[in-house]
Nanobody, 123 residues
Framework: QVQLVESGGGSVQAGGSLRLSCTAS????????MGWFRQAPGKEREFVAS????????YYADSVKGRFTISRDNAKNTVYLQMNSLKPEDTAVYYC????????????????WGQGTQVTVSS
């Protein structure tokens, strides 16, 4: 069992930055692919980014590529999402999730989820 706790959400103006963190319980964090998803009001949850177990390989949705960076620190059981050049359309609840693999782009591939953290970007 893995428990995930996100932090770092908040309100920011367009063009600003936020860094989300997600800390996992347990000793097996490094064995999971980690991902970030988001869900805006009235929309389906969508993939944002993922990072493989070693932290070397990362993948991004086209909508955030070049603006967001996912990273992980296996020693701290933590995954991060650095969000720069934020846009109003980035407003959503952001969730981190853990996945045994190998598939990683759909929410159905993920086994454990955090409670979510709100990100609001104003124009």
């Amino acid at each position: 069992q893995v428990q995930l706790v996100e932090s770092g959400g908040g309100s920011v103006q367009a063009g600003g930055s936020l860094r989300l963190s997600c800390t996992a319980s347990g000793r097996t964090f490094s064995s999971y692919i980690m991902g970030w998803f988001r869900q805006a009001p009235g929309k389906e949850r969508e993939f944002v980014a993922s990072v493989q177990r070693s932290g070397i390989s990362t993948y991004y949705a086209d909508s955030v590529k070049g603006r967001f960076t996912i990273s992980r620190d296996n020693a701290k059981n933590t995954v991060y999402l650095q969000m720069n050049s934020l846009k109003p359309e980035d407003t959503a609840v952001y969730y981190c999730a853990a996945n045994r693999g190998p598939a990683f782009k759909l929410d159905i591939h993920y086994d454990y989820w955090g409670q979510g953290t709100q990100v609001t970007v104003s124009s």
